[in-house]
């Protein structure tokens, strides 16, 4: 069973830069994985900010960025928004099968 | 803009078969995957499985012995069926679509439907 560890919560401050994190059990999280991030908010359905490690989706704001660091993949935020308060999840994918990190419950204080 | 939208019962018994549709509008449902999500009250994302427009599948390890996934082009329809329904399943399940030309995102979604299963 693999599973997909990222931070529980986080906090930033408006205008802050964060970091989120996603690794997996397997070892290093590669380009193969092809890391997808999603936003959600209470009570709406996910949104999809970051494919195929670094590729954004036409609606994701310029202040989301993904990366792989080190042997992680991760979600950068810059110039943090009181909007971006939110439950963040991490997806990897494993030869045909997806699997959904935990979840990072950012607060922006 | 692909619109999805989830439909089917808001609550079966348990032991029975959970069947929903996800209706597709605003775009081909040609050269995409699509797949099913579901989130149990108050707790983290599930992958199901995807479908290919050409009826290929994948399927949850941990799901799999009990999901069927199918599509229907001709009615812009793609379907999941979920046998031998527990509490464990009660959740909200989210329909998506990929991007064009990408097999690895899952980039819109539907707005979800709650499933619950309740004698």
């Known amino acids: 069973q693999t599973v997909v560890t990222q931070e529980p919560s986080l906090t930033v401050s408006p205008g802050g830069t964060v970091t989120l994190t996603c690794a997996s059990s397997t070892g290093a999280v590669t380009s193969g994985n092809y890391p997808n991030w999603f936003q959600q908010k209470p009570g709406q359905a996910p949104r999809a900010l970051i494919y195929s490690t670094n590729a954004k989706h036409s609606w994701t704001p310029a202040r989301f960025s993904g990366s792989l660091l080190g042997a992680k993949a991760a979600l950068t935020l810059s110039g943090v928004q009181p909007e971006d308060e939110a439950e963040y999840y991490c997806l990897l994918y494993y030869g045909g099968a997806w699997v959904f990190g935990g979840g990072t419950r950012l607060a922006v204080l | 803009q692909v619109q999805l939208q989830e439909s089917g019962p808001g609550l079966v018994k348990p032991s029975e078969t959970l069947s929903l549709t996800c209706s597709v509008s605003g775009g081909s449902i040609s050269s995409y995957y699509w797949s099913w999500i579901r989130q149990p009250p108050g707790k983290g994302l599930e992958w199901i499985g995807y479908?290919?427009?050409?009826?290929?599948?994948n399927y949850n390890p941990s799901l799999k012995s009990r999901v069927t996934i199918s599509i229907d082009t001709s009615k812009r329809q793609f379907s999941l069926r979920l046998t031998s329904v527990t509490a464990a399943d009660t959740a909200v399940y989210y329909c998506?679509?990929?991007?064009?030309?990408?097999?690895?995102?899952?980039?819109?979604w539907g707005q979800g439907t709650l499933f619950t299963v309740s004698s």
């Open positions: 479908i290919y427009y050409s009826g290929s599948t």
């Open positions: 998506t679509r990929s991007e064009e030309g990408s097999a690895y995102d899952l980039g819109y």
